[in-house]
């Protein structure tokens, strides 16, 4: 059984800063492909970031240079650092770890970004 709980969505005016956190619990194996995601109602779900196979990252093109994804193994936590926020950032953001090739959602935390 895996579970994602992801938290520290909210309210922010534009150019602020949030930080996500993702608390992963697993009775398989700790995942080693983790990372964000992000949905908006009507679109595609977008890549933000994430950690690959080979424990390096890859982030989306909108966010490259203002995001920061960051793990600690040792607490079970993935989190997201979000700078410089703009209104288009707005969406829900959701967890997603992949083990044993099967893919893992958090319920998904709403992040929304004010002009």
């Known amino acids: 059984q895996v579970q994602l709980v992801e938290s520290g969505g909210g309210l922010v005016q534009a150019g602020g800063s949030l930080r996500l956190s993702c608390v992963w619990s697993?009775?398989?194996?700790?995942?080693?492909?983790i990372g964000w995601h992000r949905q908006v109602p009507g679109k595609q779900r977008e890549l933000v970031a994430t950690?690959?196979?080979?424990?390096?990252?890859n982030y989306g093109d909108s966010v490259k240079g203002r995001f920061t994804i960051s793990r600690d193994n040792a607490k079970n936590t993935v989190y997201l650092q979000m700078n410089s926020l703009k209104p288009e950032d707005t969406a829900v953001y959701y967890c997603?770890?992949?083990?044993?090739?099967?893919?893992?959602w958090g319920q998904g935390t709403q992040v929304t970004v004010s002009s």
């Open positions: 950690f690959t196979s080979s424990g390096s990252t």
């Open positions: 697993t009775n398989i194996f700790d995942p080693r492909v």
């Open positions: 997603i770890a992949f083990i044993l090739g099967r893919e893992y």
